[in-house]
Every structure is written in structure tokens, then in C-alpha cells.
């Protein structure tokens, strides 16, 4: 099953009195005969409303072929955001052109990352 924060008492999980050995180690799993994984899950759900962002680079970068649309939106409430999940996957910070963890695009350079032009604003 999925057990979120919310799940536990002021958010915290506790393991007491629990004490393994190599042969006989403390296991945590699903139920007997379920093929289901456990998920301690330390997001937080995050209500807002999602928009298209555009701007002049989105443009000039989608006429250039990039896939895919990026998409904003207002978050009230939270100090601080690190990572993004949709559907339990990962999400890329914005960025031109894509990259995805999932088929490890985003490790993979030159033909993953963008390069300038010489001659530009700031000639590189």
C-alpha cells in the first residue's frame, strides 16, 4: 500500500523494537500473496490551478521542434518546492530542449542540452 505522510502522527514514522540479523532481517512488504509494493510516500498534494507558460524562449524553442508544453502555476502556502511528481514520476525543471530521467535523456549530453549560438547577447 501507499502510506503518506498524513498516514502517521505528526507526520513522522516510527520503527521501535524491531531488531534484525542477516539471517533473519526485519522485512517490510506487502501482504502475503498481494504483488503490491510499500510506498512511503513524503509528498504533499498540490492544488492549483496548472496554465501554459509562454514566453519568448518557449516560442522560439517550439518552432525549433521541441516537444512537449510547459506549464505553470501559483503555489500559496508552501515555502519551498525541490522535486515534482506526476503519476509517480519525476519531473524536469524547465528546460530546453526536454530531458526525462525515465530514458536517462537528461544525463546524456551535447544532443540533450542546448547550445548557444556565437555572436550572441553576451557572444557566446
Not at 38 to 67: H, M, N
Not at 77 to 106: C, H, L, Y
Amino acid at each position: 500500500g501507499r502510506y503518506t505522510l498524513r498516514d502517521f502522527a505528526n507526520g513522522t514514522l516510527r520503527v521501535d523494537g524491531k531488531h534484525g540479523t542477516a539471517a533473519q532481517p526485519v522485512v517490510i512488504a506487502g501482504a502475503t500473496g498481494r504483488k503490491e509494493d510499500v510506498v512511503f510516500d513524503g509528498t504533499l498534494p498540490v492544488s492549483c490551478k496548472w496554465e501554459p507558460y509562454t514566453s519568448d524562449v518557449v516560442k522560439a524553442g517550439q518552432k525549433k521542434g521541441s516537444p512537449g508544453q510547459p506549464y505553470k502555476c501559483k503555489l500559496s502556502g508552501v515555502a519551498e518546492v525541490n522535486q515534482v511528481f506526476a503519476d509517480d514520476v519525476m519531473q524536469v525543471s524547465a528546460r530546453w530542449p526536454n530531458a526525462r530521467f525515465d530514458d536517462k535523456t537528461i544525463y546524456m549530453g551535447p544532443e540533450y542540452w542546448a547550445h548557444s549560438g556565437h555572436g550572441g547577447k553576451h557572444n557566446v
